[in-house]
T-cell receptor, first 114, second 112 residues
């Protein structure tokens, strides 16, 4: 079965600083990979997805992520964080051929200081 | 442009009571899902419905039942609520199997 690890429970960055959130997965083949963001009291919003092809994917709100097969990682990055980016971020993995059954990481809570 | 709508948004139950959480999507999606979210555990899949007329167990199905009423609606039922089922419940839907899931805003359920 697939699994997802987000090693950082909580991260604090200053507004304008760069950001990298880590995600490692365990799966035998190339999975479908997703990053979602959750603002307090809200549902999850898709930031970006990787299915195949170019390993650097661009998402909404200026986020990008890079799939590295050799490291089984799919880290999320943003060059300059805005205060409105404060939220909880979830990495998720789906089985190849179907995104139906997603396994989520435990999430990373991002705090942005002004 | 509602997307995925969940009702109710908040609910408090007593142990042993029953409750049905409702979910409807207006995106003509084939697949629908129910998750629960608990602190420090991310989202865990309870049940899903790959298409109208089918349902399957996810990671944590015990204590729950589901009904895929039609293509739009997918309900989650707690027959005899237990305090361990206190959680935030999310419904999601997706089009075809290689498409991302879209989430509702959640139902916050407390069981006393």
């Amino acid at each position: 079965a697939q699994s997802v690890t987000q090693p950082d429970i909580h991260i604090t960055v200053s507004e304008g600083a760069s950001l990298e959130l880590r995600c490692n997965y365990s799966y035998g083949a190339t999975p479908y990979l997703f990053w979602y963001v959750q603002s307090p009291g809200q549902g999850l919003q898709l930031l970006l997805k990787y299915f195949s092809g170019d390993t650097l994917v661009q998402g909404i709100k200026g986020f990008e992520a890079e799939f590295k097969r050799s490291q089984s990682s799919f880290n999320l990055r943003k060059p300059s964080v805005h205060w409105s980016d404060a939220a909880e971020y979830f990495c998720a993995v789906g089985l190849t051929g179907t995104a139906s059954k997603l396994t989520f990481g435990t999430g990373t809570r991002l705090q942005v200081t002004l | 442009n509602a997307g995925v709508t969940q009702t109710p948004k908040f609910q408090v139950l007593k142990t042993g009571q029953s409750m049905t959480l409702q979910c409807a999507q207006d995106m003509n999606h084939n697949s629908m899902y129910w998750y629960r979210q608990d602190p420090g555990m991310g989202l865990r899949l309870i049940y899903y419905s790959a298409s109208e007329g089918t349902t399957d167990k996810g990671e944590v199905p015990n204590g729950y039942n589901v009904s895929r009423l039609n293509k739009r609606e997918f309900s989650l039922r707690l027959e005899s609520a237990a305090p361990s089922q206190t959680s935030v419940y999310f419904c999601a839907s997706s089009g075809y199997s290689n498409q991302p899931q879209h989430f509702g805003d959640g139902t916050r359920l407390s069981i006393l």
